[in-house]
């Protein structure tokens, strides 16, 4: 859908539908007095007799008979003023934009009031955008014959003044940024193992920095021996498809700035290895690189929007296969930095990769870096597809993170990382085992991290949840969500 800002009058707009957006306690304002008019009363007379109340994700369509140049009103409700947020706004307009899209319009014209806050505005153009997302790459034919053709092509947000328009041009563009960043880790977390391998992704990553204007290395599997990313390799090892290490760099003009570095898991396809998953719900593990996804998504919008911080994305990416060569149960292995892992179950693949993967980032010397994994179903069990657990080891830094989340609305809920689930991933034979002790297996996930972690403030999210299967939001698709991508971008913007 293609958004543009003009400046006009609501009532000569040549479109299929004009959006008047309404308070459920505020049914005058000037807005809607003025399309009250051009109708001759009719709407308020359609609100008098309580058919419409202004509740959130509720609208009603009028047609409008020639008063006014288009030929529907659609007003949307907003609810309660003193209710009203950028998530609000986010359900609205995804609700408003589905319901667009669903009638077979082409085109809506939506008026901005002046005093409408520019975080506001910026969610909506966001939800519209993100609620149309669909992933269907793969159908050659369509579902239902009544599906074809529908799709919203175009919004035209309507302003009365040069200023107002030139604001928000900028805001709908960083809007749209934020947008197609997400829209990336989705379709990246949607496609099938056989269509994203790891060289794949890293193809992808070195294209993605191409347009975004990010440097970008690749390690490959001769490199990463030389370089002795044994984690990596080892999980590797059972597949036929090679591991890549992507490091993404975005590094602001001028003078010295800060470092963050944001690190995703890149499991293209969990089978669990020789500890083999159950084949029930299987394919869902193709989602097991969202976190290298939403690193990715958020590297392209930074690489755009340019803030003043040096940022390093970091993906490590293979399958999790249980070939011939595949480690086994009891193997032992050495990280990165020199420690020893014992591994108890092969499953627990993605902290093997990540202790790699944050074993080298401490080079960067980063002021924080935040990891982003899709690591235990535990965390599922835990907040559902509500929340992404959130751990780490510096409260600053996790103050960030949740200010970012709560205003993305991806949110995180804090669990205690406290040094005494350090205890459950001691080893007999090596420095550290992989599984834990059985309990608080989220926790466990992260105090092994942690071992790796050294050197610098880290945050942890465990996505498992909220990758993929949210329900009940207008503008998340149940399939991959694109999770992380607003947050990482608030809090770079915000750092
Ligand atoms: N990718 C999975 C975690 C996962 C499970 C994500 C379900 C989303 C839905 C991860 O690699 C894994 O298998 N974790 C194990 C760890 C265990 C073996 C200690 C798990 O959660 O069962
Ligand atoms: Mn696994
Ligand atoms: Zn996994």
Not at 59 to 64: A, G, H, Q
Not at 163 to 188: F, M, P, Q, W, Y
Not at 344 to 369: C, F, H, M, S
């Amino acid at each position: 859908m293609n958004i543009t800002v003009e400046i006009g009058d609501f009532r000569q707009a040549e479109t299929d539908a004009v959006l008047i957006p309404i308070l459920e306690d505020d049914l005058h304002n000037e807005l809607l007095l003025a399309a009250d008019a051009a109708l001759e009363g009719r709407i308020q007379a359609f609100l008098n007799l309580g058919d419409f109340k202004g509740k959130p994700k509720t609208t009603s369509v009028l047609y409008t008979n020639g008063a006014i140049t288009a030929p529907r009103i659609i007003l949307v409700g907003l609810g309660i003023y003193a209710e009203l947020n950028a998530e609000k706004v986010r359900q609205v307009s995804g609700h408003t934009a589905r319901q667009a899209r669903d009638m077979g319009l082409k085109s809506i014209t939506v008026p901005i009031p002046p005093e409408t806050q520019e975080d506001w505005a910026q969610a909506a153009v966001e939800a519209s955008l993100l609620s149309l997302y669909e992933f269907k790459q793969h159908k050659t034919q369509k579902d239902d014959k009544e599906d074809e053709d529908k799709s919203l092509e175009s919004m035209t947000l309507l302003v009365g003044s040069e200023v107002e328009k030139s604001s928000l041009e900028r805001i709908v563009e960083r809007g749209e940024t934020i947008a197609n960043g997400t829209i990336l880790a989705r379709d990246l977390s949607n496609q099938p193992g056989n269509h994203l391998t790891p060289t794949q992704l890293a193809e992808k990553a070195e294209e993605v920095a191409e347009t975004a204007g990010l440097n970008c290395t690749v390690f490959d599997k001769p490199t990463l021996e030389e370089k002795g990313f044994r984690t990596l390799l080892a999980v590797a090892q059972g597949s036929v498809e090679e591991p890549k290490f992507i490091i993404l760099e975005y590094t602001p003009e001028g003078e010295e700035h800060d470092t963050v570095a944001l690190v995703g898991k890149g499991i293209t396809f969990d089978t669990g290895g020789i500890s083999l998953k159950s084949g029930s719900g299987m394919h869902e593990m193709k989602h097991d690189m969202s976190g290298a996804a939403a690193v990715l998504g958020a590297m392209q919008v930074i690489g755009h929007l340019k803030p003043a911080v040096r940022v390093i994305g970091i993906i490590a990416t293979t399958e999790n296969m249980p070939g011939s060569t595949a480690i086994k149960p009891g193997d032992v292995v050495t990280s990165y930095g020199g420690k020893t892992i014992e591994i108890l179950n092969t499953d627990a693949e993605g902290r093997l990769i990540l202790a790699d993967a944050l074993g080298w980032t401490a080079q960067y010397e980063p002021k924080g870096v935040i990891d982003l994994a899709t690591l235990t179903g535990a965390v599922i069990t835990c907040l559902g597809h509500i929340a992404a657990g959130a751990m780490g080891t510096d409260d600053a830094l996790m103050e960030k993170v949740k200010k970012a989340a709560d205003k993305t609305h991806e949110r995180v809920w804090e669990l205690p990382l406290w040094d005494d689930y350090d205890e459950g991933v001691k080893s007999k034979v090596a420095d550290v085992q992989n599984i834990g002790d059985g309990t608080a297996g989220t926790l466990a996930g992260a105090a092994f991290l942690k071992k790796f972690a050294e050197g610098y403030p880290w945050v942890h999210l465990d996505i498992a949840g909220t990758a993929w299967g949210m329900k009940n939001s207008t503008y998340i698709p149940e399939g991959a969500s694109g999770y992380g991508v607003r947050l990482l971008v608030q809090l770079v913007e915000d750092w």
